[in-house]
């Protein structure tokens, strides 16, 4: 098939060069040159495992990129994988979807010949429900083309993680295809023939509507969002009682009903869509009239678990005046991305306290340093550790875990970990967020 996909971030490029890989021509439209250059040439815009090898073998070959919206003209659907970030209220903040949606008409407005079959539009973008059919499809018909005859339009939102999107895209648990007509259904089952067909296991296609495909993927996230503050609404108990809540999650985590993913308490969730999703979707809950109380609360609670963290160092060492380190810094391991990471929280706590903040982090230092960059950064724990009246772990780095005679160049060895991730030792006073 030939298959135009509309922003070519973390989800377009990886969705773009994994569907090339299958077989597909694929072309990646962009307003970023920069980004539409290094594609053409071979070299992934994005950090994710395994994608500078498929951009390097496809890029400018099966996968091309562009700056140019009538390339759509030549392919049998278009994917809109564009920012669907937060207003400052939290609500979805759609003029990226919406400028996207009217290129899109524009260019098929402008087609010389008209197709003989109305070209396919699906919403990829994670998109509160009825935002593909009550604004997107008015957008493109804005160019004077009218919807189930010059175009049709489909939702296929994607379940990736960040570090693991090109493993999570070619296995996914499940397709979901929200539609309102056969050939839009058809075309995705086309679209993802060869996907199923190279899946390690079978990939269920779940067959919905429009608006309950958006739906599914804000049920998802917030489900897992909701998840972990549940987790860590128990861990806080746990700590009160000194249970350890590592051994009760991984014992519910046996009872199928409850699974064991996502149970891992601590400084709570970030990144680039969890904090957004949940946001836009209480937002547009309540702009419907119904306050959603269960997502609110978990957010309420993520929210507080790094002033929990640091006030179990405050019980320990008074760092005003004193260095004080950050162990991690990206929103989780295996990322630089530091959008919405707890790092930020906790950095800002321990500036309120008066420390001298020093953070070290293998891979997003330069990111956090534009951020934040009156603290100092280390380029090693040790170094971080050196000297320090305390230390906060963010991030759960596999490196972390063979910490061990770094900690005795502590200051005051005082260390308060927030993803279960530090071995005990004698010689420092250690304390789990819930364990
Ligand atoms: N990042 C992730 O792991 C996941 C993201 N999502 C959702 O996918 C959507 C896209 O997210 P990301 O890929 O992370 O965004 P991103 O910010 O990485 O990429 C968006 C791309 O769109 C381009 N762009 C902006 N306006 C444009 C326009 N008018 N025409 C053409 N290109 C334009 C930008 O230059 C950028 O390259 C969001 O709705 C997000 O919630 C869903 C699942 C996973
Ligand atoms: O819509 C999205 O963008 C994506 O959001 C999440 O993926 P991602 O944010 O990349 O990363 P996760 O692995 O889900 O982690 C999110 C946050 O939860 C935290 N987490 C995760 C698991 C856990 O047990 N405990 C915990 O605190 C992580 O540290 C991290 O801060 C979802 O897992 C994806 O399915 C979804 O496609």
Redesign the pocket.
């Known amino acids: 098939m030939n298959v135009s996909i509309?922003?070519?971030?973390?989800?377009?490029?990886?969705v773009a060069a994994c569907l090339a890989d299958l077989g597909h021509e694929v072309v990646t439209?962009?307003?970023?040159e920069d980004?539409v250059d290094a594609v053409n040439d071979g070299e992934s815009?994005?950090h994710e495992p395994g994608l500078d090898e498929l951009v390097a073998e496809h890029g400018g070959g099966r996968l091309r990129a562009s700056?140019d919206?009538a390339e759509i003209l030549d392919t049998d659907l278009t994917m809109l994988?564009?920012?669907?970030p937060s207003n400052d209220d939290g609500s979805i903040d759609l003029q990226?979807m919406e400028?996207?949606a009217a290129?899109i008409g524009e260019a098929l407005a402008g087609a010389e010949n008209a197709a003989a079959d109305p070209h396919l539009v699906v919403t990829?973008?994670?998109?509160v429900p009825n935002t593909t059919e009550d604004r997107l499809a008015l957008r493109i018909a804005d160019a004077g083309l009218e919807r189930g005859t010059d175009f049709l339009v489909a939702s296929n939102?994607?379940?990736?993680?960040?570090g693991t999107?090109v493993a999570d895209f070619l296995n996914p648990d499940k397709l979901v295809f929200g539609t309102d007509d056969d050939r839009a259904t058809d075309l995705l089952h086309d679209l993802y023939a060869p996907l199923r067909e190279a899946a390690d296991d079978d990939v269920p296609v779940v067959e919905t509507g429009i608006a309950e495909a958006e739906m599914i993927?804000y049920a998802n996230n917030t489900f897992l969002a909701t998840k972990i503050s549940l987790i860590n609404d128990i861990g806080n108990i746990c700590k009160e009682f000194g249970v350890d809540a590592y051994e009760v999650a991984d014992a519910i985590g046996l009872d199928d009903r409850i699974g064991e993913q996502f149970l891992r308490s601590g400084v709570g969730w970030g990144?680039?869509?969890f904090p957004?999703?949940t946001d836009a979707i209480i937002a547009a809950a309540r702009e419907q009239g119904y306050d959603p109380t269960v997502l609110s609360a978990a957010v309420e609670l993520n929210d507080g678990q790094p002033e929990r963290l640091l006030s179990l160092l405050d019980d320990h060492v008074d760092v005003s005046g004193k260095r004080a380190a950050v162990l991690g810094l990206a929103f989780k391991p295996g990322t630089d991305d530091i959008r919405n990471t707890r790092a930020a929280p906790v950095i800002e706590g321990l500036k309120t306290r008066g420390a001298d903040v020093v953070a070290y982090d293998p891979v997003a230092t330069e990111n956090m340093r534009e951020r934040y960059p009156d603290i100092e950064y280390a380029d090693s724990p040790a170094a971080a550790l050196d000297g320090a009246s305390g230390a906060v772990v963010v991030t759960d780095w596999d490196e972390f875990a063979a910490l061990d005679a770094e900690f005795d160049e502590m200051a005051d060895p005082v260390v308060v970990d927030g993803r279960r991730i530090i071995k005990r030792r004698d010689g420092i006073t250690y304390e789990g967020l819930t364990w």
């Open positions: 509309v922003g070519s971030g973390y989800v377009g490029t990886t439209i962009d307003i970023d980004i815009p994005i700056t919206y994988a564009l920012p669907t990226f400028a996207g290129s990829k973008s994670t998109v939102p994607e379940f990736q993680r960040e999107a993927k990144g680039s869509c957004k999703d």
